[in-house]
């Protein structure tokens, strides 16, 4: 991780205004940032009305309007050039006139990794996760997403660091707790006599 990246101020009110602005920034980000603000903001209730698929495509194209702008690069698209698998920031990522970019990116990673958790998608959670926690270590909805897909790929060592590292942010952390408790009383039994819950893993909230 890059601790230079990080940035504790990165949800900002308003973004999705028309004529939005935010000083460094050029003309062409801002308008990658307005389109995909507007592109989340469609995936979330998309998300809402459980059109997981509708949403996961509207958070793609929010983020390929980033990544058109510089902030980060995707190792590969789909035949329409949305952005796919694994994620890169630039060097952009780490200025701070950027936070807005990024924050929107955090955002749209994260909720992109809950639709992909609704359908079953666990490696697209980890490199969606994995993207997050490179510029954020202690997002604790990422740690969580990424120790659910861990535990659902039979990686439980990493699923219980994961749930760990969640619990040291936010030591009462109900899903964390909760997964540990029942990675714990789980044992050694198998896989498919163990089911991962996603009960807490509902709407995004971002």
Not at 56 to 64: D, E, N, W
Not at 146 to 171: C, I, K, N, Q, S
Request: proline share 6%; net charge positive.
């Amino acid at each position: 991780t890059s601790p230079g990246l990080t940035s504790p101020g990165l949800t900002s009110p308003g973004l999705t205004s028309p004529g939005l602005t935010s000083p460094g920034l050029t003309a062409v980000q801002l308008a990658a940032l307005d389109a995909a603000e507007q592109l989340r903001e469609r995936a979330n209730g998309q998300y809402g009305g459980r059109a997981y698929d509708d949403a996961s495509l509207s958070y793609s194209r929010a983020l390929s309007q980033l990544a058109r702008a510089g902030l980060l690069r995707f190792d590969a698209r789909d035949n329409g050039g949305i952005a796919q698998g694994d994620a890169r920031w630039l060097p952009l990522a780490a200025e701070p006139a950027a936070a807005p970019m990024r924050a929107c990116a955090v955002k749209c990673l994260n909720n992109r990794a809950l639709c992909s958790v609704q359908l079953g998608r666990h490696t697209d959670v980890l490199r969606d996760e994995c993207a997050v926690l490179h510029v954020e270590p202690a997002n604790v909805k990422a740690l969580i997403r990424r120790g659910t897909a861990h535990d659902a790929l039979g990686m439980r060592a990493e699923a219980a660091l994961d749930f760990r590292a969640a619990l040291a942010v936010e030591p009462n952390c109900a899903a964390a707790l909760s997964a540990l408790d029942r990675m714990h009383m789980c044992g050694a039994r198998p896989r498919s006599a163990t089911p991962v819950s996603y009960t807490h893993l509902t709407l995004p909230t971002t």
